[in-house]
């Protein structure tokens, strides 16, 4: 049996704003934009190529998480400097490419699953860009996307 993780909760202060960050900036679909009663509003986006989704949201029920409190969203590319590339050219601040070198980080890119560009949206939730091989490359230990790195 799969288990599939498809929508994770991305807690922001001003819906609007996100919602623009995560479709014009960094180019995610917006799968829904749903107002409930007046009462509260849910945005799902989904990143380009992926299964899961984003849920931002305001109003009574979405959630009581502190915007800005989610860290190490992980997203899995396969050239890594170019999608820093176009994220900077769609004015996100970016770090450079790095990689983990001898439990640290360290600048410029690694081997397959160790090479990492951070970056955060507008109310400072954290995430990060993972180089994967492309086609049907290596996987890694335990089947997972590698090393996390940090930031």
Not at 144 to 149: I, R
Request: charged letters at 15%; a negative charge; glycine letters at 18%.
């Amino acid at each position: 049996m799969d288990w599939k993780l498809e929508l994770v909760p991305v807690p922001v202060a001003d819906v609007e704003r996100a919602k623009r960050f995560y479709s014009e900036q960094l180019g995610f679909a917006v799968d829904h934009d749903v107002s409930v009663g007046g009462q509260a509003r849910i945005v799902q986006l989904t990143p380009p190529g992926s299964e899961c989704s984003i849920v931002i949201g305001a109003g009574t029920g979405v959630t009581d998480v502190q915007p800005g409190s989610v860290q190490g969203l992980q997203l899995v590319v396969s050239d890594v400097a170019a999608a820093r590339a176009q994220l900077v050219e769609r004015g996100v601040a970016a770090s450079p490419v790095q990689h983990v070198e001898d439990g640290a980080l360290a600048d410029g890119p690694g081997g397959t699953w160790n090479s990492f560009v951070y970056f955060t949206d507008p109310d400072g939730n954290g995430w990060s860009l993972q180089e994967g091989p492309t086609g049907g490359g290596e996987e890694p230990a335990g089947g997972g996307q590698g090393p996390a790195g940090g930031g």
